[in-house]
């Protein structure tokens, strides 16, 4: 953990799911995890929502960020590379959703 | 009135203003006039920035692998090992390192913009805001890394992080063998600027590796 933070939904290893929402603006979260099943790694800790703090507000209440795993098979469709290639990214609470049955979820 | 607007002269020569930069300028200017920054505190940004570059983080990777006990507090908290070599990446933003090892190669890119650790490294190469690169990494890194000439072995993981948020990434690469008797000083000489990235890995001779 990077920084501090108060009720983090999430714990590591928890399966979730990348929310997909068309929001606009200044969205951290790539089109490409949007919908896709992947882990959580590490709580990074709290901090400013971007979403707001674009446009001058102060982006609080802070957010619990997260290092999120995918398989990079799970992201692409034919993804090329070797079936234990992975990719991690940060995303932030209100983007996760819990994801009961992990059967999306491929086997390597 | 001068045909910028205001009463100084530039004086930078026009040719080499591009209409982007032209812009950046105009937006510049406004903003000193409102008085949001003055122009030495953009000439004390710019020097801050110019001050920086790879070479602070070729010294961190080789401190880490003389020193354990600094690389597991690298690990563990960026910001505080690089301080502990006068590398003030003090700021609001926050640092992670990746450890290279046997089982995984790390590779860095931020698909959304061209987030790096300035405050570390310096300016980023001009290919790693390229779209190129930030579209093609996370699609296929084997093959992207290939042309950079890094043959991952396929039994090693290859793991792609984007740094979408307020994190900035340095690769930890991994110390080439054939360096054991190597000093400290000898060995930050052979760290890359691309192997903090992860596009390239540091080689037991700077010769080999590409610079």
Known sequence: MIRPVAGARFAPGDAVRVRDMDKEGHVRTPDYTKGKPGRIAEILGGFPNPERLAYGGDGLPERPLYKVGFRQADLWHGYGGSPADVLFIDLYEHWLEPREHGGEEKRT | ?211
């Open chain 2, 1 to 211: 009135m001068s045909e910028n607007g205001h009463d100084h002269p530039h004086e930078e020569p026009q040719h080499e203003r591009s209409p982007w930069a032209a812009r950046i300028r105009a937006i510049e200017e406004l903003l000193e006039e409102r008085g949001v920054f003055t122009k030495e505190e953009v000439e004390a940004q710019v020097e801050y920035m110019e001050a920086r570059t790879y070479e602070n983080g070729a010294r961190i990777v080789a401190r880490a692998w003389v020193d354990p006990a600094f690389k597991e507090r690298l690990l563990s908290d960026t910001k505080a090992a690089a301080a502990e070599l006068g590398v003030d990446a003090s700021g609001t933003i926050e640092f992670a390192t990746i450890e290279n090892t046997d089982e995984v190669h790390n590779v860095i890119v931020c698909t959304l913009c061209s987030c790096y650790p300035r405050a570390i490294l310096g300016r980023p190469p001009d290919w790693y805001k390229s779209f190129a690169y930030r579209s093609r990494v996370v699609v296929e890194p084997r093959e992207v890394l290939r042309e950079f000439g890094l043959v991952v072995p396929e039994n090693k993981r290859v793991a792609v992080h984007d740094s979408s948020a307020d994190l900035r990434y340095l690769v930890l690469p991994q110390r080439p063998e054939g360096t054991e008797g190597m000093g400290e000083e000898e060995l930050a000489a052979l760290v890359t600027r691309d192997s903090l990235i992860g596009t390239d890995v540091p080689h037991s001779t700077r010769e080999a590796s590409r610079v």
